[in-house]
């Protein structure tokens, strides 16, 4: 990727540029707990995005996508957004450094990744972190890595639509090999994890279903939760407990109460994973991820068919944990297994998948990985 990459850019636009990488992440547990102010569980992974980025002396970006075989070019004012969709997070990008002082020029760039689209795995954020992070060195900026994780998620804000929150461009920028992050998102503190189960192994199974984060169903999530907020008076649901909800349960209605049953609960659930981490109970973490994976089907209404029929599996072929991973509307399970369990589980997931949806899941074994880096 990075030599196609590499020589792509050499046969459009010359010698002399500069390499960076951003990966994709998981998340073990904390799944739409960050826009609650709540905590999130990530790790980055070894899939990303590749960038060769050289300053071409102008006041325009040239970028060529090796995956989509599409050129861009555009300005650096407002007014000058691109017309591709997939330029938007360039683009993006470069204004929200603007807007934090930092003397973005014209560059020329091309890109691919290897982060599957779709599969809620964050391409886009790793897409924004590469560029946040290049474009800061190369320009002279001083953002530190906190702002850096913020340019991306102002960019899918701004430029793309999606309200998120800001756990996948954290992940992405601060990612470290071997280590989960808990991210308590509120304080934005953190500590890393050293995450190594013995015995187990994490897998990513591919529904290669696809549903489009852009749009309402992720932002009307996130509005339900801030209305839920508002009636209790607090600024995030983080915090609220069971009690409080079902006292304005009357207030609000039956939809956004269970949205915010599924957070609060969630919440709760990331803390009580890092402490059994921390005693190798396996067993609860699997137990609380099958929890999430139900109640984001549930009450949060972000699973769908062939992810909730994926987690059925796991649990008939005895896998520890399984859930839906990232915003939802399709993409991935994660799942935690026993060693010993892992070639049957996989080999009878695939099957009972393409009998029943004429296709096999994807399986990506996970390894957990650095961050936003420039490669030498
Ligand atoms: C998407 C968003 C994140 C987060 C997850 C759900 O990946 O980008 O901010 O809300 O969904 O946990």
């Given at each position: 990727m990075r030599a196609k990459t590499a020589a792509k850019f050499k046969e459009l636009f010359g010698d002399g540029a500069y390499m960076y990488t951003s990966p994709g992440r998981i998340n073990l547990i904390g799944e739409h707990t960050d826009y609650n102010g709540g905590f999130?569980?990530?790790?980055?992974?070894?899939?990303?995005?590749?960038?060769a980025i050289k300053p071409n002396g102008t006041d325009r970006v040239r970028a060529f996508a090796l995956d989509l075989n599409d050129s861009a070019e555009f300005g650096l004012r407002e007014e000058d957004k691109p017309a591709q969709s997939w330029a938007h997070y360039i683009f993006g990008v470069c204004r929200e450094m603007q807007k934090r002082g930092v003397d973005v020029k014209g560059f020329d760039t091309t890109f691919a990744g290897d982060v599957p689209l779709g599969a809620g795995m964050s391409s886009s954020?790793?897409?924004e972190s590469t560029y946040a992070f290049a474009l800061n060195e190369l320009f002279g900026g001083n953002i530190d890595?906190?702002?850096?994780a913020r340019v991306g998620q102002k960019t899918e804000h701004n430029y793309c639509g999606v309200n998120c929150g800001i756990m996948d461009q954290f992940a992405s920028v601060f990612g470290k090999e071997g280590c989960l992050m808990r991210l308590d998102c509120r304080s934005m503190e953190f500590e890393y994890f050293p995450f190594h189960p013995k015995g187990y192994k994490l897998v990513l199974l591919d529904s290669v279903v696809k549903h489009e984060l852009v749009g309402s169903p992720y932002n009307d999530r996130r509005a339900s939760c801030e209305r839920v907020a508002k009636v209790l008076g607090q600024e995030f649901l983080r915090g609220a407990t069971m009690e409080q909800l079902d006292a304005v349960k009357e207030q609000i209605s039956d939809e956004d109460y269970r949205r915010a049953r599924y957070v609060i609960g969630e919440e709760q659930r990331v803390l009580t994973v890092c402490d059994a981490l921390q005693r190798d109970d396996y067993e609860t973490v699997g137990k609380c991820m099958y929890q999430t994976h139900w109640g984001?089907?549930?009450?949060?209404?972000?699973?769908?068919?062939?992810?909730?029929?994926?987690?059925?599996?796991?649990?008939?072929?005895?896998?520890?944990?399984?859930?839906?991973?990232?915003?939802?509307?399709g993409g991935c399970t994660i799942n935690l297994v026993k060693d010993e369990l892992y070639d049957n589980f996989v080999a009878t997931a695939k099957r009972r998948f393409a009998e029943k949806y004429g296709h096999e899941p994807k399986v990506y074994p996970v390894v957990i990985s650095d961050g936003s880096r420039r490669l030498e």
């Open positions: 999130v569980f990530p790790g980055a992974v070894d899939k990303g995005i590749v960038a954020a790793a897409l890595k906190f702002e850096l984001m089907s549930k009450d949060y209404e972000v699973s769908c068919e062939e992810l909730d029929f994926l987690a059925t599996v796991a649990e008939e072929c005895g896998v520890t944990g399984s859930r839906i991973m990232g915003g939802g509307f």
